[in-house]
């Protein structure tokens, strides 16, 4: 994993224990890069449990039977030129940490004033990653459809 993309990990994973977000709160930009990225990382920290959608309903109200469907969508859904079904998907389902996340956050003392990588910490994600059969080193899960 590059450093960038470690930074900005440490960074979502520490800021979706402080409050709920959509998949738009963890956009962090606005290039195509910025898409892809928020698109890949989002699935992989659902699929390993270090992330869930708190509105756990939203899913099967909008035939959405698991979180690669649901990230599949957000790739064909341009976050920012939003149509009424990218509202749905970039804005109503709210993701929240799972406490795997939160205990790893407080393990690795990850907080706001913390600025610098911690190492250990983005290792140990990587583990789960691998894990749940989504390693970084994979690459991109998702490309962008636009």
């Given at each position: 994993?590059?450093?960038e993309d470690a930074?900005?990990?440490?960074?979502?994973?520490?800021?979706?224990?402080l409050d709920d977000?959509?998949?738009?709160?963890?956009?962090?930009?606005?290039?195509?890069?910025?898409?892809?990225?928020?698109?890949?990382?989002?699935?992989?920290?659902?699929?390993?449990?270090?992330?869930?959608?708190?509105?756990?309903?939203?899913?099967?109200?909008?035939?959405?039977?698991?979180?690669?469907?649901?990230?599949?969508?957000?790739?064909?859904?341009?976050?920012?030129?939003?149509?009424?079904?990218?509202?749905?998907?970039?804005?109503?389902?709210?993701?929240?940490?799972?406490?795997?996340?939160?205990?790893?956050?407080?393990?690795?003392?990850?907080?706001?004033?913390?600025?610098?990588?911690?190492?250990?910490?983005?290792?140990?994600?990587?583990?789960?990653?691998?894990?749940?059969?989504?390693?970084?080193?994979?690459?991109?899960?998702?490309?962008?459809?636009?």
């Amino acid at each position: 994993m590059s450093r960038e993309d470690a930074e900005k990990m440490q960074f979502y994973l520490y800021l979706l224990t402080l409050d709920d977000y959509s998949p738009h709160g963890i956009l962090g930009g606005e290039e195509k890069s910025d898409w892809k990225y928020a698109i890949n990382l989002t699935y992989r920290c659902l699929a390993s449990g270090l992330w869930k959608i708190w509105n756990t309903t939203w899913l099967s109200e909008h035939g959405i039977n698991n979180y690669y469907t649901f990230c599949r969508k957000l790739s064909e859904l341009d976050p920012f030129s939003l149509s009424s079904q990218g509202e749905e998907f970039w804005l109503e389902p709210f993701m929240c940490s799972t406490e795997l996340s939160i205990n790893l956050i407080k393990k690795f003392d990850i907080n706001g004033e913390r600025e610098d990588l911690c190492t250990i910490f983005v290792e140990e994600i990587e583990k789960i990653f691998e894990a749940a059969g989504v390693p970084w080193c994979a690459g991109d899960i998702f490309k962008i459809h636009n």
